[in-house]
């Protein structure tokens, strides 16, 4: 089986009097300037300092730096807001980070059409009002919505609270801007509504984690702002796996949540001691989510029965939205009392209430505790597992990790539902993904990347 091209033998050092000439102050090499920018979110360290940091401030920055990388055969990786998971902007030793965080322009919101054009570094909340100030919304939302970018999201197919009415980021993606590892510049999509003209080559950039070009700017679709006043609900359970049977009667019912989340007993306990907001700490698990429309009422309180009828306990609907917040303060707070190492499998939500009675048992076989907080009404979970300092922690919990995910793919799950392979998932890709797949997928990258230098070793 043919793999990914391996990246040219790097030039030691090579020289930026190029790079500098073109880019003059947006190009950073001082290890101290460098230095926030060669890790993401993750757990995953960079293995070296990088050579230099591009500070992109349009798409001839990203061109200008992505050619002089290929003919140095220089390692590429791409920096958004940071927020990444899965170690897939980690810098390379000796390598150049583009980050995009300056391209953070919302060129046009286009009423007619509802289309938002924006450059790559737009932070996705930023654009979800911007939108909402003309009555219309972006749907993607992921919980680092306030902080990760467009770009980023889109890189890796992020989902998110909203997912479960709306679909994952791709979903909304009507055409990029794409500049390929030798500097050229690629656009793709259309603003119509359909186009069966050629390849879909837009939804080949969607989750393809920087490893087949860098999305500079994008066209991505908005929808209206639905009529009435959100809901918020949110009902507690004394067994997690009744909670699970209880989303899956929800989402085959006619009920409509736009906000669908679980979070377990000690996610719940965590996330109150780190910055209480009043959830009630339940003996198993928590049900919160969202319903929207003049029928807002209506329908949280169909979902609440719905819920009740499977061992729902109290409960409640609220027009305050601190119910979101606080599932949005899940991850910092989890990382803040040692919940280190974390996951982010897939499975058909009929499978649900078996992936987390799953889950429990597998930290209970490995004596770690384990944390879920699960965008339930996909089936999207991410488990949490405790770890204390030092490499061996980190591999005990990884072997936690390692137990959910084949257990997740016996369930016909996936190894990512959202945050992408990276670095930190790449091992367990040959579990899902069956060898023809994976050469034809090196075959795709060879095509746009023949030297290998963009996001290597990571994503495929």
């Known amino acids: ?18 790079l500098r000439h073109q880019l003059g102050d947006r190009l950073l ?13 993750s757990r995953a360290a960079p293995e070296g300092p990088a050579h230099a940091v591009v500070l992109a401030a349009d798409t001839a920055d990203v061109s200008a730096a992505l050619a002089w990388a290929n003919e140095h055969s220089v390692r590429v990786s791409v920096r958004g807001g940071g927020t990444g998971l899965s170690g897939g902007a980690v810098a390379y030793p000796g390598g150049l980070v583009v980050s995009l965080e300056a391209m953070n322009k919302i060129v046009d919101i286009d009423m007619g059409n509802r289309l938002a054009d924006v450059q790559a570094g737009v932070i996705t909340a930023d654009l979800d009002a911007a939108a909402r100030e003309r009555g219309l919304f ?15 999201n889109i890189a890796s197919n992020a989902g998110g609270l909203r997912g ?8 909304s993606v009507a055409a990029l801007e794409v500049v390929l590892a030798d500097g050229r510049v690629l656009r793709t999509g259309r603003r119509t509504t359909k186009d069966a ?4 080559l837009t939804s080949l950039f969607v989750g393809s984690e920087g490893t087949l070009g860098v999305i500079t700017a994008a066209t991505v679709r908005l929808k209206a702002v639905p009529p009435g006043q959100p809901r918020m609900f949110r009902i507690s359970f004394d067994d997690i796996t009744d909670a699970g049977r209880a989303v899956m ?13 679980m979070i377990d007993a000690l996610g719940v306990e965590i996330i109150e001691d780190y910055q209480p907001s009043g959830l009630p700490r339940p003996e198993a698990a928590l049900l919160i989510g969202q319903t929207v429309g003049i029928d807002a009422q209506e329908q949280a309180e169909t979902i609440l029965r719905i819920c009740t009828e499977h061992g729902g306990t109290e409960g409640g609907i609220f027009a305050d939205e601190e119910l979101l917040e606080a599932r949005r303060r899940s991850h910092p707070a989890l990382v803040a009392r040692g919940m280190r190492v974390s ?13 987390v009675t799953g889950v429990k048992r597998i930290g209970a076989e490995h004596g770690r505790r384990v944390s879920i907080v699960a ?7 991410h488990p949490t597992v405790e770890a204390g300092a030092g490499e061996d922690e980190y591999a005990a919990a990884q072997a936690v990790i390692d137990d959910i995910t084949r257990f997740a793919l016996e369930l016909g799950g996936t190894v990512s539902g959202e945050h992408g392979i990276g670095s930190l998932k790449r091992h367990a890709l040959a579990w899902q993904v069956e060898p023809v797949s994976r050469e034809m997928q090196a075959g795709i990258k060879a095509v746009f990347d023949p030297n290998g230098i963009l996001t290597p070793g990571r994503g495929i």
């Open 375 to 381: 965008h339930a009404g996909d089936g999207n979970l």
């Open 138 to 152: 972006f749907p993607p939302d992921p919980a680092s919505s306030r902080t990760s970018t467009v770009a980023g």
């Open 29 to 41: 090499t001082d290890p101290e300037q460098i230095a926030p920018y060669c890790r993401d979110a």
């Open 197 to 200: 003209t050629g390849y879909d």
């Open 1 to 18: 089986m043919s793999t990914s091209p391996e990246p040219l033998p790097p030039v030691a050092s090579p020289d930026l009097a190029a």
């Open 249 to 261: 009667a929800i989402v085959s019912s006619p009920a409509r949540p736009e906000v669908l989340e």
């Open 343 to 355: 996951s982010d499998v897939g499975v058909p939500v009929a499978a649900l209430a078996q992936m």
């Open 164 to 171: 479960v009415a709306h679909g994952v980021l791709g979903d």
